[in-house]
């Protein structure tokens, strides 16, 4: 299995070489993405080809349940790093319906180190449990979390410090919130841009639910 690993890579670079010779050339000269993407590690969900991009060209980070925790090392270097090395012009935070780290939250079944990961998750759920709770079917509940989840690490990088620093400086930054689905391979936006503190707050001060 693993050797096919190795021999699907030697046929994808073939290809890439036959279809365009200087494909690699160019890519090794530098690296000048437009786009961070902060995304779920699961494997149904690959980031540059459900937006169509070549290597290249979309910097990426992915976790489970597409967090973006204030106090995570690799996050918070991924995010210096976009913002102030590569000047990324947008951070797009996209969750996805059916994720199981969302779901992992919900159910509260006891599954050792991924439950502190998931706590935001799982704080999150429980101050709109009267809500969530409102929804009888559990599937959907799950993917009405997973847009609320979006929506909150969308606040989160709004409010983190290498954001609002580049803001301040006057540097051209929009985060977006968006949601895929696997079902159809189609992505939503969630209508969450901000390309401001005071964008943040207006977001911040939304209602999560029509009767919240």
Known sequence: MIDQLLSNNMAWASARIRADPQFFRRLSAQQAPEYLWIGCSD?????????????????????????APPRD?????VLQFSIEVLKVRHIIVCGHYGCGG???????????????????????????????????????????????????????????????????????LCIHGWIYSIRDGLLRNLELSVDRPSQVDELAARQWFPDA
């Open 73 to 77: 090392m690799n996050f918070l270097a």
């Open 102 to 172: 969302v779901r992992a939250a919900l159910d509260k079944e006891r599954r050792g180190l991924i439950d502190h990961w998931l706590q935001p998750v799982a704080d999150l759920a429980h101050r709109h449990q009267t809500h969530l709770m409102a929804i009888s079917d559990f599937e959907t509940r799950v993917n009405v979390a997973c847009e609320h989840n979006v929506r909150a690490q969308v606040e989160y990088v709004g409010r983190n410090p290498f954001v609002t620093d580049a803001w301040r400086r006057g540097q051209t």
């Open 43 to 67: 494997s149904r969900v690959p980031a540059n080809e459900i937006v169509g991009l070549d290597p290249g060209e979309l910097f990426v980070h992915r976790n489970i349940a597409n967090l």
